[in-house]
């Protein structure tokens, strides 16, 4: 005998092999109550949920499958009635395909008539509906029923025949039960197919995904590569600036010499005037207004000579303060630049400090609408730029403040470029 699992795994009668939803959920088919129909179903399925053995794992699906369909029938009573005659026809063919192999002879034993009715119980039939079936039958084949044949070949004979009829119909519920399974398997195969599906197109559009990180990554990178390249340019030309004012000093300072070169000359020069005028007084014995005249002239050469030297002083003056405005203005534009490029760099380097600063900022830019973020602190550092340079030629400690203020500008800006 065939190996019955609705037996083995969830108590059902041994002798029902092909069980209706009735038989599956244990419910009579006059319980109409759909909490009663649901508190079977949840009691078989818990059965079917702690099956372990691997060997049913494919069967445990089935019936998983099975026990669902079965309480959404039963509990709708639309799909209940269509099921039920569906049933009825379906298990009343199986009833007449038994039938048919009792009646070749044209007669139906009382022992065949019990074992009809037997198997149209665990087919899930009335007893009414199995009698009419019956008396259909006996009156399309033109057969009669009789009384068991007396003595021992009769009743071997009748009892072979009912196990044939019994195989029958045995065969007909395990091929039954067979292309169930295998519609269950055709439906997990395609459950395993459109999840393979889903994973590659998941796959795919993970790569896609990829590639265009990948992308902007490139993008991003190319972007960094010309900020750089015009942060360079930017330091290069702070540097040629640097180098022009570091000549202007050279040639200031050589003016201030060669200033203080003449001045020392004519200095010199009125000296040994002095002395000669001295000299000449004393020999041709000038008078008394002579000298005077000469003390005046002299006096007036000191004047100018004072003068030239005041003169040469303030020019030297002049030219150290326009070498330390160069020298501030060179440090400044190349604090700028090394700020540009920090800014630049930072969101690479140190990615939370710069997620932080967007966190703070992004309020307080979001307010100037579509303007580029970047142009922002760009436009502050061109209005700081200002200040620097009307106090790059002052001995102020205030040259410093709005210093700052453009480092800071230029470092968020190189940042904000990057966003």
């Not at 040639?251 to 001295?278: C, G, L």
């Amino acid at each position: 005998m065939a190996e019955n699992r609705f037996h083995e795994l969830l108590g059902l009668p041994e002798d029902v092999t092909d069980p209706d939803y009735y038989q599956l959920l244990g419910v009579e088919r006059s319980v109409t109550d759909a909490s009663a129909i649901e508190a079977k179903f949840k009691a078989q399925m818990t059965r079917a949920q702690h099956i372990e053995n691997p060997r049913h794992k494919e069967f445990v699906e089935f019936l998983k499958g099975e026990l669902k369909r079965a309480r959404g029938i039963l509990t709708d009573a639309g799909r209940r009635a269509e099921y039920d005659r569906e049933l009825t026809e379906e298990r009343g063919e199986e009833l007449r395909k038994i039938l048919g192999h009792m009646l070749v002879e044209g007669t139906l034993s009382s022992i065949a008539e019990v074992s009809v009715f037997r198997e149209g119980h665990n087919l899930g039939l009335t007893p009414e509906f199995v009698k009419q079936v019956v008396d259909e039958e006996l009156q399309k084949a033109g057969a009669r029923r009789v009384a068991t044949a007396s003595g021992a070949n009769g009743h071997q004979t009748q009892m072979l025949m009912n196990q044939k009829a019994q195989e029958v119909a045995r065969q007909v519920q395990e091929a039954r039960m067979a292309a169930r399974l295998a519609e269950t398997r055709a439906k997990i195969a395609e459950t395993d197919k459109r999840r393979a599906e889903q994973q590659v197109q998941g796959l795919s559009e993970k790569a896609r995904e990829a590639a265009q990180r990948a992308k902007l990554a490139e993008l991003e990178k190319e972007k960094a590569k010309q900020t750089a390249m015009a942060v360079a340019e930017k330091a290069r030309q702070a540097a040629n600036r640097a180098q022009i004012a570091e000549t202007e000093k050279k040639r200031a300072e050589q003016t201030v010499q060669r200033v203080q070169q003449k001045a020392r000359q004519a200095q010199e020069q009125a000296r040994q005037a002095i002395n000669r005028e001295h000299m000449l007084a004393m020999r041709t014995q000038m008078s008394e207004a002579a000298r005077r005249k000469l003390e005046e002239q002299f006096t007036e050469a000191e004047a100018r000579l004072q003068a030239y030297v005041e003169a040469s002083q303030e020019e030297l003056e002049s030219a150290k303060q326009d070498g330390v405005k160069w020298q501030r203005l060179t440090g400044a534009y190349a604090a700028i630049a090394v700020a540009l490029v920090g800014g630049a760099a930072l969101p690479k380097f140190a990615p939370a400090a710069a997620d932080a600063i967007h966190r703070v900022l992004d309020p307080h830019l979001s307010r100037a609408g579509n303007i580029p973020h970047a142009v922002i602190p760009l436009a502050l550092l061109a209005l700081v730029l200002l200040p620097v340079h009307l106090l790059a030629g002052r001995r102020s400690t205030g040259f410093y403040a709005p210093l700052l203020a453009a480092i800071a500008c230029a470092a968020l800006a190189g940042m904000l470029r990057q966003a």
